[in-house]
């Protein structure tokens, strides 16, 4: 067995592992759907035999008819009463139930996703089984709700009507069974069938909805109505609907031929022609069994088939395909952070020395490190220019300081104590960041600059002023920004954006900033206010941006200029110009276009 096999459960393991955690969200979900499951069956099947049986019998034997009214009338309240209850749990209790399994599991999941490394997002394999367990855990929760209170209803049922039989005549049971057991070697092909074609449907179906998603989302409006793009994207579409097409007619043609030679088999030879003959011999020649035990016994033949064929079969399949998914789920659930919480507590409140000490690095899954033998020494307050190409490593460095990731090699050192010895929120707590993947929150104004609920009013149109964020906005720092919540919801340019999301570090009183292309977005006036205003705010503050704008790096106290994952030049912006380097050249060259 290899160690993927070894790490995963079987299928009865994930089935109730995820149950457990829906009966611990919602105890009244989970009873409340197997009762539903008993509700939906065992009243219809047991009418079917006990109820007919007795009809019949009261007929044939010509006394009492009356009793036939209040068999006819008992029939009746008990299949009101079971809709009934069944519709009064779904709308009273299921919906609401349901929601706070919903909630329970998506809080859970969020704060695992929290607190996951960014390694994770390195993994595909595990961001997509990430996504998988995201976006399907509502699915899981509904489908294996449904698939539960049919499997349990089915099992009471086939116990509950294969008793009855019992007391007729144990081997009309016997007749009932042998067939089916026969032929259900063919009742899982078919059923391994179905999931098939269901899978390469799936593969498929996501084939077409890209043509879907082309044609209503705003992000393609523009290039599917300003160019002839639209006659190759039906072209492509009828090609995908034509693979569904195509898919189907495959399995039908298989599937339907079992299932023809499945029914032969268990219908004709079990039920129409072997039951019948010995039914028949019980009540003409031994006079044992009455006419309704006649009718009673073929109707709980074909019960007792349904229902078989459910629990082995169908619903086998369907828990398989949700076992796969929980598989997912689990492991997610599972998955070890490599990043360590650290035990002491990082209270910095004023800037301090920074060091990293031959810190190399290597993303997980790559050979060639990312990040080879760096050295340097921050002091306190100092402003910080990391310079070079695309690649050169300078986000990766600034993601080591963040403790985003760890190091392969080497330390890190904040006033002399390794920040993997502290705890990761007090370390990240004393730094404010600015990405270039910056996000906005669908969120109040106020609650972006500050990221939290409770903020300041004063000092986020404090933030705003020093980012150059001149937008006016209907109730000010309380103006909702997107429309996910409000409808009304304020939208920002990708400057004004920008100018919120370094509005943060403004806001936020910690000793240490890092600016990653802080002003990627902004006009070259509104980059000089803002390098301006960001000297002047962080007078007592030590400093680290990345800019690709040298003209963002002069004012620096000091730049180190980045090759490969390697520092190769370092000082300020006068010393590099002296040493007409790396530096030097990539200077000239922006300034040169500035002029032309």
């Not at 079969?313 to 998914?325: N, Q, T």
């Not at 000010?476 to 429309?483: A, N």
């Amino acid at each position: 067995m290899n160690s993927k096999e070894k790490t995963e459960h079987s299928l009865f393991s994930n089935m109730m592992f995820f149950i457990t955690l829906m009966f611990k969200s919602s105890p009244l979900l989970v009873i409340g759907e197997l009762v539903w499951g008993i509700l939906m069956n065992l009243p219809s099947r047991l009418i079917s035999v006990i109820g007919i049986k007795y009809i019949i019998d009261v007929m044939t034997s010509g006394e009492r008819l009356y009793r036939i009214f209040t068999a006819v009338g008992v029939i009746a309240g008990v299949i009101v009463a079971s809709r009934l209850i069944s519709w009064l749990f779904r709308e009273f209790i299921w919906n609401v139930e349901k929601e706070k399994c919903y909630l329970a599991f998506n809080k859970g999941l969020y704060k695992k996703a929290r607190s996951l490394d960014l390694e994770a997002y390195d993994n595909p394999e595990f961001y997509n089984s990430f996504i998988l367990t995201i976006e399907s855990s509502s699915d899981n929760i509904q489908n294996l709700l449904g698939l539960v209170r049919n499997y349990f209803g089915n099992l009471v049922a086939l116990l509950t009507v294969a008793s009855v039989l019992l007391t007729i005549d144990p081997w009309c049971l016997v007749i009932i069974i042998v067939p089916i057991a026969l032929f259900l070697p063919l009742s899982k092909t078919i059923g391994r069938l179905q999931t098939e074609r269901q899978v390469e449907n799936a593969k498929y179906h996501r084939r077409s909805d890209y043509f879907q998603r082309i044609f209503y989302l705003q992000d393609y409006a523009k290039e599917v109505r300003m160019n002839n793009i639209h006659p190759l994207l039906i072209d492509r579409y009828n090609d995908a609907a034509d693979d569904v097409i195509d898919n189907q007619d495959k399995y039908w043609s298989k599937i339907s031929r079992l299932y023809c030679l499945q029914e032969i088999g268990v219908q004709i030879i079990g039920f129409m022609l072997v039951l019948p003959m010995y039914l028949g011999y019980l009540a003409l020649v031994k006079k044992s069994i009455t006419a309704g035990d006649f009718v009673a016994t073929f109707n709980g033949a074909t019960s007792i088939a349904m229902s078989v064929n459910f629990l082995t079969v169908w619903a086998v399949a369907r828990f398989e395909e949700r076992a796969k998914i929980i598989e997912k789920f689990r492991g997610f659930l599972k998955a070890d952070s490599k990043i360590i919480d650290g035990k002491d507590s990082a209270n910095d409140s004023q800037p301090k020395t920074i060091e990293l000490k031959n810190v190399s690095f290597t993303y997980p899954g790559n050979d060639t490190p990312t990040l080879n033998n760096i050295n340097l020494t921050i002091h306190p307050g100092e402003k910080i220019a990391l310079v070079g190409y695309n690649g050169a490593g300078k986000t990766t460095l600034t993601n080591l300081l963040l403790r985003l990731y760890d190091v392969t090699q080497g330390n890190i050192l904040i006033d002399g104590e390794d920040i993997r010895d502290v705890t990761l929120d007090s370390h990240r707590n004393r730094f404010s960041a600015v990405f270039q993947d910056f996000q906005i929150f669908s969120a109040s104004l106020g609650e972006n600059v500050a990221l939290d609920v409770d903020y300041d009013k004063d000092r986020v149109l404090s933030a705003l002023n020093h980012s150059g964020f001149s937008k006016k906005l209907k109730n000010s720092v309380d103006t909702e920004l997107l429309r996910e919540f409000d409808d009304n919801g304020a939208m920002l340019s990708g400057g004004e954006s920008q100018k919120v999301a370094v509005a943060r570090t403004f806001y936020k009183n910690c000793p240490y900033v890092i600016l990653d292309e802080p002003s990627a977005n902004l006009d070259p006036i509104a980059e000089y206010n803002l390098n301006k205003a960001m000297i002047e705010a962080s007078e007592n503050k030590t400093v680290i941006f990345i800019s690709h704008r040298l003209s963002t790096t002069v004012n620096a106290d000091r730049i180190y200029v980045m090759e490969n994952g390697s520092i190769v030049e370092q000082g300020s912006h006068s010393e590099l110009m002296e040493q007409n380097g790396t530096y030097a050249y990539m200077f000239n060259l922006q300034a040169e276009k500035y002029k032309q």
